[in-house]
């Protein structure tokens, strides 16, 4: 079983740019796929970006796509988030999640563990 925790949220203004972590433990961080996933208040939560296992391959939602940019650092444990010309529609609680089994996964209810979420917010 993996524990997660994110980290780097904050108060950012429209056009700059936050880079969130999201540090496991408690099992080979390599097994893992890994997502991020945020949620507004009074909105579902909702898929923000992929990585697989290695790293290799991505998957991003259309709205972050050329703006966000996921990556992994196995040996670190860790997941990354770059997140640039943030907009106030970014602001959300930002999740990172992980599973063992599926490539590409983009739904909240395939992944089996959940950090405790970091709040972003993009002031106009």
């Known amino acids: 079983q993996v524990q997660l925790v994110e980290s780097g949220g904050g108060l950012v203004q429209a056009g700059g740019s936050l880079r969130l972590s999201c540090t496991a433990s408690?099992?080979?961080?390599?097994?893992?796929?890994m997502g991020w996933f945020r949620q507004a208040p009074g909105k579902k939560r909702e898929f923000v970006a992929a990585?697989?296992?290695?790293?290799?391959?991505?998957s991003y939602a259309n709205s972050v796509k050329g703006r966000f940019t996921i990556s992994r650092d196995n040996a670190k444990n860790t997941v990354y988030l770059q997140m640039n010309s943030l907009k106030p529609e970014d602001t959300a609680v930002y999740y990172c999640a992980g599973e063992r089994q599926i490539w590409p996964v983009t739904t909240a209810g395939e992944y089996d563990y959940w950090g405790q979420g970091t709040q972003v917010t993009v002031s106009s």
């Open positions: 990585i697989d296992w290695s790293g290799d391959r991505t």
């Open positions: 408690g099992s080979t961080f390599s097994n893992y796929v």
